[in-house]
């Protein structure tokens, strides 16, 4: 169990039609809580930085860190570096321990994509056993969400998805399909569900070889997310709704007990307030007792 194998963790998902949470953290504590609420739930789960946090945080004590959680968890648990557009820095974190590895050059053009893509994947593979999700098309952040869905040229094209996965030899495949990264404006996104549905079967037909993801998550009606699991997602990434209550549980925690100096009892609200974000994730995209 414990340090696992995404891409093998993904097919599974996707042949069961179920997706795995892949939750953003900028604090030990959330990493803590979000293995926690995984094992608790019997759901493999993926743990995810942004490079922010690898250069605060130090990309050796995240790793170590996730080792020592992933061992004791009796569930799969992968560690992923998120939106990493420097190469040189994806190879940093996969020699470091990183199993999980996103190049984002998906604002380079499409050959320079594929390019930078496979560089990294040749890398990867050549350390055994780190992994490679590349992105195709515009995941916007929510300013843009309503141009992007509007701009056809700026989502993911399926047959240069196709060419995409088969040129740079990536592993996951994160299609731009009108979701956005922070807080909707809408309580329903546009979301591009065909495109999705066409993607998963130009690249997969009956065998699943390269799993999809979805970003995104955040703000996402229950319906949509469940949709898009069942039109071919098996990884959903989940980061602003973690921040969002790292902060407010910590502000509310303070301000309830002002004349308090005990960090640890910050740290235990924040750490099951997050546990409760991450259940309900779990149950929406149906992981729980897949371990
Ligand atoms: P949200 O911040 O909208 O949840 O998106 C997370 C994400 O896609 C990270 O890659």
């Known amino acids: 169990m414990s340090i696992a194998n995404i891409k093998e963790l993904l097919i599974k998902a996707s042949k069961e039609n179920y997706a795995v949470g892949a939750f953003n953290i900028t604090s030990l504590v959330q990493m803590e809580a979000i293995i926690e609420a995984a094992v608790d739930r019997k759901a493999p789960v993926i743990i995810q930085t942004s490079v922010t946090p690898v250069k605060f945080l130090d990309k050796d004590v995240l790793v170590a860190v996730y080792r020592t959680l992933a061992k004791k968890a009796p569930v799969p648990v992968v560690l992923h570096?998120?939106?990493?557009?420097?190469?040189?820095?994806?190879?940093?974190?996969?020699?470091?321990?990183?199993?999980?590895?996103?190049?984002?050059?998906?604002?380079?053009?499409?050959?320079?994509?594929?390019?930078?893509?496979?560089?990294?994947?040749d890398f990867c593979h050549s350390l055994q056993g780190v992994f490679v999700e590349g992105e195709l098309g515009t995941v916007s952040g929510v300013e843009d969400q309503i141009k992007v869905i509007e701009d056809e040229s700026k989502l993911c094209n399926p047959h240069e998805a196709l060419e995409f996965?088969?040129?740079?030899?990536?592993?996951?495949?994160?299609?731009?399909?009108?979701?956005?990264?922070g807080i909707y404006k809408t309580k329903n996104p546009k979301v591009d569900f065909e495109r999705?549905?066409?993607?998963?079967?130009?690249?997969?037909?009956?065998?699943?070889?390269?799993?999809?993801?979805?970003?995104?998550?955040?703000?996402?009606?229950?319906?949509?997310?469940?949709?898009?699991?069942?039109?071919?997602?098996a990884k959903v990434n989940v980061s602003t709704e973690l921040k969002h209550t790292l902060i407010d549980?910590?502000?509310?925690?303070?301000?309830?007990?002002?004349?308090?100096?005990?960090?640890?009892?910050?740290d235990v609200a924040v750490k099951n307030a997050i546990k409760e974000v991450v259940y309900k994730w779990i149950d929406i995209i149906g992981s729980a007792g897949k371990v």
Request: aromatic content about 6%; some cysteine; charged content about 25%.
């Open 165 to 181: 996965v088969e040129r740079s030899g990536v592993d996951l495949l994160a299609p731009a399909i009108g979701t956005a990264h």
């Open 249 to 266: 549980t910590g502000f509310k925690y303070i301000n309830e007990h002002r004349d308090e100096y005990n960090p640890g009892k910050i």
């Open 81 to 121: 570096l998120d939106h990493c557009r420097d190469v040189d820095l994806c190879k940093q974190c996969a020699k470091a321990g990183y199993t999980n590895i996103m190049i984002d050059a998906s604002k380079q053009k499409f050959d320079e994509n594929i390019h930078q893509t496979k560089e990294v994947v």
């Open 196 to 233: 999705l549905e066409n993607i998963f079967n130009l690249i997969n037909g009956q065998a699943v070889r390269v799993p999809l993801v979805i970003h995104g998550g955040t703000g996402l009606p229950r319906e949509t997310v469940q949709r898009l699991v069942a039109l071919g997602g």
